[in-house]
């Protein structure tokens, strides 16, 4: 069977719609009380809806570029590119080598030797400092582990997982770098956004510590697979910011222009926090433009934030690739950011009247604060984000295709 | 501080390999099949010998349309020399294997 661009979209289309209306009925079947209808008919519909939008033009984008040349080769062909294509950017030659001796391999069980071999030696081309630079650089990062564990976890047991998890990402990163890089040191290609991303990242293990010194019962809503994820999360963000793949930090407009929207977004954030805190005042004494301006920002600027800088930056770079870079830097310098308000101000709310920071009607312990901030801010937040940022890429990529005339492709 | 230690048996074999005719361009996959190399070890010597400078590459851009263009190999100047090195290397082994049994230590050597 030929994987055609309109059979991989129809797919996709299938897979993204059935999977969520097997979630969606799951989350239904445990949900007390149910949903409205007309609330249930909306989460069901929307949000499909808009990954549907987004992976679609993400499949075209795609299959406009390495997608119809893979499409055309065969198995072998295929496993050899994706290889070559996590290659660093200094030994991408040698990895184009062997494609193209492939390509003069003839017989399938010859293509696949070659390509299995080939695949099998570029796992151990030989690292940039050299094999004893990187067996010492994993020594340190096996140790750095090790005692991360023993050591958190008798300052605040609470953490001790996610330590753990956290330094051996990190750690794996590093002996990454050290293996990719012509000389063993972090490219900053955008300072500003990896400054602010990195700064997110240790406000946030900051503010995690914070909470569970200050109340450790609230360990119990970070069990180990949610420390798990929290650190996993964190370690993306900082290896976007520090170590990202090229691609990312091919546009500067688009990095700033992300990150200045994750700065938007948190302002938001902070804002509906404190403006949620106000209505029970009846907004009484301020003004009908004043009140008016707040519900206008705080209605469309989730959207916007998302939206806006993928479109602009797709538009500017005349190309979905610019778009997408914003996209990936604003999920990624909000959630740290969006994390590191949330727990505080969880704190300083229940101090007030022991009510949640989401659902300012319900009354529990302090700790349900770190649960909801991680299904929040690391999970709901950022899964529709990347979809509205993906959907302005697009849109703004297709808007310069069409206003550029003569445009021969 | 350089560390000088003896090729590897194969990468020997690569470099008198291309040391046969040193101004022709090889192709990795030629050369596989002449040595019975998996591209899975001919490729990182390759890339070690270009490393240090030994090995020069350039792209063969002369292939049937719809083609990728070709990686070529032959060696520098001091590849070559390396290459010389390892051929009088190899050629004095053979004699000792092939003349009476010498001392224990010259049963040793290259082992």
């Keep these: 069977m030929r994987w055609t661009r309109r059979r991989v979209q129809t797919v996709t289309t299938w897979v993204i719609v059935v999977v969520w209306v097997m979630f969606y009925a799951v989350a239904l079947a445990n949900a007390d009380p149910l949903p409205p209808l007309e609330t249930a008919v909306r989460q069901l519909v929307v ?79 030989p690292p940039a400092g050299g094999w004893p630079v990187l067996a010492l650089v994993a020594g340190v990062v096996v140790a750095s582990v090790a005692a991360a564990g023993p050591a958190v976890g008798a300052a605040v047991p609470g953490l001790r997982v996610f330590a753990v998890t956290f330094t051996g990402l990190v750690g794996a990163m590093v002996v990454l770098a050290v293996a990719r890089l012509r000389r063993p040191r972090p490219r900053l290609p955008v300072p500003a956004p990896t400054v602010l991303v990195t700064s ?6 900051a503010v995690t510590v914070i909470f569970l010194r200050r109340e450790p019962a609230a360990a119990q809503y970070l069990p180990p697979a949610a420390a798990v994820y929290l650190a996993a999360v964190l370690a993306g963000c900082l290896w976007v910011a520090v170590a990202a793949p090229r691609w990312l930090g091919t546009s500067r407009l688009a990095s700033h222009l992300g990150a200045a929207a994750a700065v938007v977004f948190a302002a938001w954030f902070w804002l509906a926090i404190h403006t949620d805190e106000m209505k029970p005042l009846g907004f009484k004494g301020r003004s009908l433009s004043l009140v008016v301006l707040l519900a206008l920002v705080l209605v469309s600027a989730p959207v916007a934030v998302f939206f806006v800088p993928a479109f602009a930056a797709g538009r500017a770079g005349q190309s979905f690739r610019s778009g997408l870079q914003a996209a990936v830097w604003t999920v990624t310098a909000m959630i740290p950011l969006t994390y ?24 529990a312990p302090v700790g349900a604060n770190l649960a909801d901030a991680l299904a929040f801010c690391l999970g709901i937040f950022p899964v529709l984000g990347l979809t509205l940022a993906v959907i302005g890429a697009g849109l703004g990529a297709r808007t310069t295709h069409r206003a550029v005339p003569n445009d021969p492709s | 501080m350089t560390r000088s230690r003896r090729p590897s048996a194969q990468t020997t074999a690569v470099v008198l390999a291309l040391a046969e005719k040193p101004t022709a361009w090889r192709y990795g996959y ?50 070559r020399a390396l290459a010389t090195e390892l051929a009088a290397a190899t050629a004095a082994t053979a004699t000792r294997r092939s003349g009476p049994k010498g001392s224990p230590n010259e049963r040793w050597q290259g082992a």
């Design chain 1, 47 to 125: 949000p499909p809806l808009l990954w549907v939008v987004a992976a679609r033009l993400v499949l075209r984008h795609w299959w406009s570029g390495p997608g119809s040349r893979m499409s055309a080769m065969d198995l072998p062909g295929r496993l050899l590119t994706v290889a070559v294509a996590a290659l660093p950017e200094r030994r991408r030659e040698w990895g184009r080598a062997m494609l193209a001796e492939l390509a003069e391999v003839q017989g399938r069980s010859a293509r696949w030797w070659f390509a299995l071999s080939s695949v099998g030696a570029m796992l151990w081309l």
């Design chain 1, 200 to 205: 997110g990242v240790a406000a946030s293990i």
């Design chain 1, 340 to 363: 590191a308000i949330w727990l505080p101000e969880g704190l300083r709310r229940h101090a007030i009247d022991g009510r949640l920071l989401i659902d300012g009607e319900v009354v």
């Design chain 2, 30 to 79: 030629e050369l596989c099949q002449q040595l019975g190399l998996k591209p899975g070890s001919l490729y990182p010597i390759l890339v070690r010998l270009a490393d240090r400078g030994l090995l020069e590459t350039t792209w063969d851009t002369d292939v049937p349309a719809g083609r990728p263009p070709r990686h070529l190999y032959r060696l520098t100047g001091s590849g």
